[in-house]
Every structure is written in structure tokens, then in C-alpha cells.
């Protein structure tokens, strides 16, 4: 057994190799998001927050060496596990009243849409397929997570701030537009970056197909909008 895993392990290519070292890591992070989605009502803001910004980047780290064939679905779980974290550092990781916000119930209703089901059935077939590793938590979604949007949170003014941990320096926003426009090998300023993470988080107010469907033509209208010079339909063509 020992063998046939080591004959395995030495066939795979550098991409596989590298994707099959972050499965634990995945592993852990994507059954932390689980539980506390399951528990989101009592869980703490710090439970929220380390577990959700673990799972963003754990996939950050994925959409650097995710090869061809899983690209597109790692790069929707990053978008839809981005927008809820997002969401979620807009009211302090509060988990006692993210059901009446309605921010984290449409980015609830777009990580249980069928695309995005889909994406980490294929995410998490390849890993088994390639790595021999079973994800604990194939499939995460947001528990009764409906397709209305609850009433607008209203904030008391009387409650004291929670410390969010992320400062504008490390926004969900930020990060996640440096690395969709890093893969394209082009630097940006952090203005940039969170035009374009901003951009593309607010994006997922869209229907969910519409988002599938027109994703690098809205890619394309997003750099054009923040001022980034790239070509999305030439740079596709050259890879």
C-alpha cells in the first residue's frame, strides 16, 4: 500500500502536487466554515472571523496553482466564500444578526446555489481522484438559507464595537482583488485592488447564472472601470 502510494504520489505533476499539500489545510478550514454556519446564532465573533478569513485564504492560496481543469470552480468558491466573509466583516462578525442582514443572506443563498454546489463537488472530486484525501465537508452552504432577502438590519447604536480584526490594510475586498488580477501578471495599487474586490463581491447580487454565464465579460467591465490595463479575452487566448 505503502508503495502504490509512493508510485502515486511521484506521477503527479507539480500543480497536483501542490494542490494535494493543501488538502488538510482545506480540509480543516472548509469543516470550521461548516460548523460555524450550523452554529452561526452562538458562535463568536473570533469563531466567525478566523474560520471564515482561514477558508479565504486557504482558497487564495488555491487560485495561485489550481490547474486548468478546476480553475473556474476555485475560482468561484473564492468569490462566493469572499462575498460572505465580506459580508460578514460588514457587521463585526456578528453572528447573532446575520439573519436579518441582508448582505450575508444573499451571499448565504449564492454559496447554496446549484453552480456553486457544483463547483465544490468537482473541487472536491479532483482532490479525491488525484490526492486519495475524502473531504469531511464536501459540500458547505448556509444553513435555511432561503431566496428572499430578510428586512435590513438595523444597527443599536447603544451596543459596543467589535473588534472586526481586519483592518482596511487586509480586506476581504482587497486581497481578493489583488489575487484575480495578480493571475493575470499585472501589479496594481491597493486602490485598484479594492475597486476591483469590491466590485467583484457586489457582483453576487446578481443571479447566480448571470454571474457564470457573463463572469470574464464582467471581469472585463470591472478592470476597465477601476483602470486596469488588461485584456481578459487576449490573456485567456495566451494561456
Known amino acids: 500500500m505503502a508503495t502504490s502510494f509512493l508510485l502515486s504520489a511521484c506521477g503527479r505533476d507539480?500543480?497536483?502536487?501542490?494542490?494535494?499539500?493543501?488538502?488538510?489545510?482545506?480540509?480543516?478550514?472548509?469543516?470550521?466554515?461548516?460548523?460555524?454556519?450550523?452554529?452561526?446564532d452562538s458562535s463568536s465573533a473570533a469563531q466567525i472571523r478566523d474560520s471564515m478569513s482561514e477558508a479565504v485564504a486557504t482558497?487564495?492560496?488555491?487560485?495561485?496553482?489550481?490547474?486548468?481543469?478546476?480553475?473556474?470552480?476555485?475560482?468561484?468558491?473564492?468569490?462566493?466564500?469572499?462575498?460572505?466573509?465580506?459580508?460578514?466583516?460588514?457587521?463585526?462578525?456578528?453572528?447573532?444578526?446575520?439573519?436579518?442582514?441582508?448582505?450575508?443572506?444573499?451571499?448565504?443563498?449564492?454559496?447554496?446555489?446549484?453552480?456553486?454546489?457544483?463547483?465544490?463537488?468537482?473541487?472536491?472530486?479532483?482532490?479525491?481522484?488525484?490526492?486519495?484525501?475524502?473531504?469531511?465537508?464536501?459540500?458547505?452552504q448556509f444553513p435555511n438559507s432561503g431566496t428572499t432577502l430578510p428586512d435590513p438590519i438595523v444597527q443599536d447604536e447603544s451596543a459596543p464595537e467589535i473588534d472586526a480584526g481586519f483592518d482596511n490594510e487586509n480586506s476581504v475586498a482587497r486581497a481578493f482583488g489583488f489575487v484575480v488580477v495578480e493571475r493575470f501578471g499585472v501589479a496594481i495599487t491597493d486602490a485598484q485592488?479594492?475597486?476591483?474586490?469590491?466590485?467583484?463581491?457586489?457582483?453576487?447580487s446578481l443571479k447566480p447564472e448571470t454571474v457564470d454565464i457573463t463572469y470574464w465579460q464582467l471581469l472585463q467591465e470591472i478592470f476597465n472601470s477601476c483602470k486596469v490595463q488588461i485584456d481578459v479575452a487576449k490573456a485567456l487566448e495566451s494561456k
Open 193 to 204: 485592488a479594492d475597486c476591483v474586490g469590491n466590485a467583484l463581491l457586489n457582483a453576487t
Open 14 to 40: 507539480a500543480e497536483t502536487e501542490s494542490i494535494c499539500e493543501l488538502s488538510s489545510r482545506w480540509n480543516a478550514a472548509s469543516s470550521d466554515v461548516a460548523k460555524v454556519l450550523v452554529e452561526v
Open 59 to 140: 482558497l487564495v492560496a488555491y487560485s495561485t496553482i489550481a490547474p486548468r481543469e478546476i480553475r473556474a470552480e476555485v475560482e468561484l468558491l473564492l468569490n462566493s466564500y469572499g462575498s460572505l466573509a465580506n459580508a460578514f466583516e460588514q457587521i463585526n462578525w456578528q453572528g447573532s444578526t446575520s439573519n436579518k442582514d441582508a448582505a450575508v443572506s444573499s451571499a448565504g443563498v449564492r454559496l447554496a446555489s446549484n453552480d456553486v454546489q457544483s463547483a465544490q463537488e468537482k473541487f472536491a472530486k479532483y482532490i479525491a481522484d488525484n490526492c486519495s484525501f475524502d473531504l469531511d465537508n464536501a459540500i458547505v
